[in-house]
């Protein structure tokens, strides 16, 4: 008699927030902000690693232009893979892209970590308040 077992492995993802720190809607230059997506993996992989790709969705704007809100006010920033804020970071479609990695064959507890770039363009007309948007990350492998 022959027994097998398959142990999946065991992932998470975690992420920090980009943080624009305060916008001055006189100022001529834009406003940029950091967060991290981190993805790690336990022990035990095999063979090349795992390989996976990260999707932003468009938030409650679209690929071309996010946007943050406060109440029914609107300030347009996005999301991006590189510092020179030229790749959008979406699902693949209306010109954004996805991010895609691999996870080697750790011996101890191993990980990504990717920086989200992120620009709030100058001199948007708002009006003061706190301005969110909440992006869903999908991670596919």
């Known amino acids: 008699m022959a027994a097998a077992l398959h142990a ?7 992420s ?12 001529v ?4 902000g950091t967060g991290t997506l981190s993805f790690q993996c336990q022990p035990g992989i095999t063979g090349g690693g795992i390989s996976y790709t990260i999707s932003l969705s468009s938030g409650s704007g679209t690929y071309v232009q996010r946007t943050l809100t406060s109440g029914g006010n609107v300030l347009n ?8 804020l030229t790749t959008v970071w979406g699902d693949g479609s209306s010109g954004s892209t996805t991010v895609s990695t691999t ?4 011996r101890a507890r191993a990980g990504v970590t990717n920086t989200v770039y992120g620009n709030i363009p100058a001199q948007q007309d708002v009006i ?7 992006i869903t990350v999908t991670v596919t492998f």
């Open 8 to 14: 999946a492995p065991s992932c998470t993802i975690s």
């Open 16 to 27: 920090t927030a980009v943080n624009f720190g305060n916008y001055n809607p006189l100022n």
């Open 29 to 32: 230059a834009s406003v940029t």
């Open 77 to 84: 920033y996005n999301l991006y893979t590189d510092s020179t």
């Open 103 to 106: 996870v080697s064959r750790p």
């Open 128 to 134: 003061p308040g706190s301005y969110t948007d909440t």
